[in-house]
């Protein structure tokens, strides 16, 4: 039996709020024409959600076609700086995914982040060699719900899990068909009961009592 676990990466695996918030400023610095001060806060509370909500939010005081541009403007600049400086990871992550691997358990992200973004992060700190596939709303221009499946159909997965942070994440995976673990060490809450983590090293033994309940 292939057996896998699908992870959010803002809030579940690594912080970058405090990087994006830094590219986003350069970025628009750049832009005379765009009155505009992204701050650490804000990005914090925009994570997680797809990018044309994030643009909505963010930049909703411009037109539609505006906002579109200075978001694909703003996540080039952010695929850089993160490229360059990586982001915070999370307590025991690598030792966390290094035991799920020797474990049996195949590893996967799917995000709401733009094409890059997960590639950088892996590239930055190293980590490729633990995740066999990976797919985003840029990648696809589909809901996160889609993408978790995709990326199960396509690994041909018997059984899996969605690990995420937020109520999205929740629901998503909820209408993906996929049992769900709440990593409480992330941006948002879960309106819910459902099994959850507040720290990375939780997770083999939870999934395992999880695997072993079907």
């Known amino acids: 039996m292939k057996k896998g676990i699908l992870f959010d990466l803002d809030g579940t695996l690594w912080d970058s709020s405090e990087q994006v918030a830094v590219s986003w400023k350069e970025a628009l610095e750049q832009r005379p024409d765009v009155d505009k001060e992204i701050t650490v806060e804000m990005v914090q509370a925009v994570m997680g959600k797809s990018m ?127 049992p769900f673990v709440h990593a409480r060490t992330g941006y948002g809450t879960v309106e819910a009961e459902t099994p959850f983590i507040r720290e990375l090293k939780e997770l083999p033994q939870l999934v395992e009592k999880l695997f072993q309940k079907e």
């Not at 915070?88 to 358990?105: A, F, M, N, V, W």
């Open 52 to 178: 044309y909500d994030i643009a909505d939010i963010l930049f909703g005081e411009y037109s539609l076609d505006v906002r579109r541009e200075l978001l694909v403007y703003c996540c080039q600049e952010e695929n850089e700086y993160i490229r360059r400086h990586g982001g915070s990871l999370l307590e025991g992550l690598e030792d966390t995914l290094q035991q799920l691997k020797e474990l049996g358990y195949h590893l996967y992200i799917v995000s709401n982040c733009q094409v890059g973004y997960i590639e950088a992060f892996l590239e930055y700190h190293r980590l490729g060699q633990y995740f066999d596939d990976f797919e985003s709303f840029g990648g696809t221009g589909k809901e996160k719900d889609h993408n978790i499946r995709l990326v199960a159909e396509r690994n041909h997965l018997d059984w899996a899990v969605y690990v995420g942070d937020t109520q999205g994440d929740y629901l998503s995976a909820t209408k993906a068909g996929m």
